[in-house]
């Protein structure tokens, strides 16, 4: 399907966006954005370097004693109705923007963006309702609490959820006032870019948000260093991650980190299995299988371990795969760089049970960067392909036989982001939210990213902090607590 892209891009996309204006980068070096269903160049974008990194910085900062830092909380209520209301109007350019540049499926590109105009929804209703307490304390004494922002916040995000992933931080740190610096990724940067227009748009004061596209190691790493950031976000690989929290470390600013993960769904034999399936399925191959809590371990009672095998085998094998825009079931990944890191596991795989790998077309995927979604059995929990993220459309099916072994190989390994349970036993259902390791649980469903009202963060190598829901706009304040003797 051939589609101009230029007819959709209205925004520079060699620009940052910085001071409320889209300003040329002073490095004047520029990267290729790639579109991984064929592996065509769609634009260039701006390579942001120190100069970049510390005008968006130092306009964060005048922000919030301007304009934006008067702002009341209804004003910035007012401000993101009006941000989601563009939001509202421009949800299937973001989509297609989002399926030529992630490789997403249209569909799926299409739920991000109508995620981004829920979050806006959240949080402007939430921006005057969050406020502190007044706390009983001595004799002739108020004492009362405030929640502030923390000045200037920096986001670093990945490739694989842009909107989902400014929704659930970006806004959240404007619903409580704080003046946003975004480094979205090389990879994938166009939504971003799209977003920092629709603020201009609908008249964002100058300063509250700056965008810079760049390189991780170059302005994402300035960024996380600048020592006038106040609080920093973090999505991504655990080691980038790491890196991130020694920098905070540095200027002592708090960080959230929202790392990788390898989260089972657990299948008990009184599970409804026609219910499960299309759970098991979607988490696991949803974005082609980069998905932060992607469902990559699917853990199955032995009793019913062979009727669940030979319904996932013969799903696996009418999956459809192929460009992005043309929404198959399961689009390319980010980029060949990926490819190879999942071809890499593949190989670690070639001792294990292959039940079923999809079909790629080979003429429509020929020139992208497609791996076909691959389902392997009777897996060790201890392999690698059990224990690592691979971040690819591979799943792998452990067989369990009771309660306690199924906690064990849950909990088994380093990660702790999301964990799905199937089973209609109300008591086993309370035991096992408990014992298992993880930020989120869903019993009889699985929402792999989903739930914009629900806290969502890890335990372990998956990181640390909440974003999403109301919890958000804690992590995105300061508590402050006022003692008044008043005799
Ligand atoms: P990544 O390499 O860690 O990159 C994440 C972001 O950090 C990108 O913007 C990247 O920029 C930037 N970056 C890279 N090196 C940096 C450095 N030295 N200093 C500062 N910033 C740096 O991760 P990824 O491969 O793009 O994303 C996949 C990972 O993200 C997976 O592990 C996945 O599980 C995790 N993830 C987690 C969640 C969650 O909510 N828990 C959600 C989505 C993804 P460039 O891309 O421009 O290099
Ligand atoms: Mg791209």
């Not at 995000?157 to 989902?164: K, R, S």
């Not at 294990?352 to 080979?362: D, G, Q, R, T, W």
């Not at 199924?406 to 408990?434: E, F, H, P």
């Not at 402050?480 to 005799?487: F, P, Y």
Request: with cysteine; charged share 20%; net charge negative.
């Amino acid at each position: 399907m051939k589609i101009n892209l230029d007819d959709m891009i209205w925004f520079d996309t060699q620009n940052c966006f910085i001071d409320g204006s889209w300003q040329k980068p002073k490095s004047d070096n520029y990267i290729s954005l790639i579109n991984p269903s064929d592996g065509q160049e769609i634009c260039k974008i701006a390579r942001s370097m120190k100069d970049d990194v510390d005008l968006s910085v130092a306009s964060a900062k005048n922000a919030l004693s301007g304009e934006w830092g008067n702002y009341t909380a209804l004003d910035r209520s007012r401000m993101l109705q009006k941000i989601r209301n563009v939001v509202k109007e421009k949800i299937d350019v973001l989509a297609k923007l989002e399926s030529f540049d992630v490789g997403k499926p249209l569909a799926q590109s299409k739920a991000d963006a109508n995620a981004l105009e829920r979050y806006l929804e959240f949080y402007s209703g939430a921006a005057d309702k969050i406020h502190g307490d007044t706390i009983p304390y001595q004799s002739g004494y108020t004492v009362y609490s405030l929640r502030e922002p923390h000045g200037v916040t920096a986001h670093i995000i990945p490739w694989n959820y842009p909107m989902q992933i400014i929704g659930r931080s970006v806004v959240a740190a404007l619903t409580m006032g704080n003046a946003v610096v975004l480094k979205p990724s090389e990879d994938a940067c166009l939504t971003a870019l799209a977003f920092a227009d629709i603020c201009r748009e609908a008249g964002l004061p100058k300063g509250a948000l700056n965008v810079l596209s760049g390189l991780g190691h170059e302005a994402g790493q300035m960024l996380s260093e600048h020592p006038d950031v106040n609080h920093i976000s973090f999505t991504g690989s655990v080691s980038v991650g790491s890196q991130i929290q020694k920098s905070a470390a540095k200027n002592i600013v708090p960080v959230t980190l929202e790392l990788g993960g390898k989260s089972p769904q657990i299948v008990f034999s009184d599970a409804n299995i026609d219910e499960a399936v299309p759970f098991l399925l979607k988490a696991g191959l949803q974005n082609a299988g980069q998905t932060c809590s992607a469902s990559s371990r699917i853990l199955i009672q032995n009793s019913i371990y062979s009727k669940v095998e030979e319904v996932l085998i013969k799903a696996y094998k009418k999956l459809s795969v192929g460009p992005a825009i043309e929404d198959f079931d399961v689009g390319p990944l980010i980029s060949d760089k990926q490819v190879k890191t999942v071809e890499r596991y593949l190989k670690f795989g070639s001792d294990l049970k292959k039940l079923a790998e999809a079909k790629i077309n080979p003429d429509s995927c020929s020139k992208g960067s497609f791996v076909a979604p691959t389902l392997f059995g009777d897996v060790d929990p201890q392999h690698i392909l059990a224990q690592e993220e691979i971040f690819g459309p591979i799943q792998v099916l452990i067989p369990f036989s009771d309660e306690e072994e199924a906690v064990k190989i849950a909990n088994g390994t380093k990660y702790g982001l999301v964990t799905g349970l199937w089973t209609k036993d109300g008591s086993r259902q309370m035991r096992m939210a408990k014992s298992i390791k993880a930020g989120q649980i869903f019993i009889n469903n699985y929402g792999a990213g989903g739930g914009v009202e629900l806290p969502f963060g890890g335990v372990g190598h998956s990181g640390f902090g909440r974003e999403k829901g109301i919890e958000a706009l804690n992590s995105f304040s300061i508590l402050k607590t006022v003692a008044v003797n008043h005799g």
